[in-house]
């Protein structure tokens, strides 16, 4: 979960949803970029490019954790709001997990697209 938060970090601070500017930035996959971008814009916080981090990161730069940490859940795809559409989550962690460790998780790579 602590590289998803880097990502989603990177986009409330750059003001940016754009992949290909946080793959160069944090140095991570572009699939896990998508991934936690297809979970961010299905909970509708990142909309048209902007990400809608007001309820974690104030204008003058304090964060709120646990507000942070529920976005975290939901780039990872373990929360969700209520209208998301269910049939897409991925989970974005255990995308993440097997790409860190191969040969683990490959029996696993049913589960992100299971929710």
């Not at 939901?74 to 991925?90: A, H, K, L, M, S």
Request: net charge negative; hydrophobic share 35%.
């Amino acid at each position: 979960m602590t590289a998803a938060g880097l990502v989603l970090l990177s986009a409330a601070i750059f003001g940016t949803t754009d992949h290909t500017k946080l793959i160069l930035f944090t140095g991570y996959s572009r699939q896990f970029i998508s991934a936690i971008s297809l979970n961010m814009e299905n909970n509708q916080l990142w909309v048209d490019g902007q990400y809608k981090s007001w309820s974690w990161l104030s204008s003058d730069g304090k964060i709120d954790e646990r507000g942070l940490w529920d976005h975290i859940e939901f780039g990872c795809g373990t929360e969700r709001i209520p209208t998301c559409d269910r049939e897409i989550v991925i989970d974005a962690c255990a995308l993440f997990w097997d790409e860190h460790n191969p040969g683990e998780g490959e029996a696993n790579n049913r589960r992100y697209f299971e929710h």
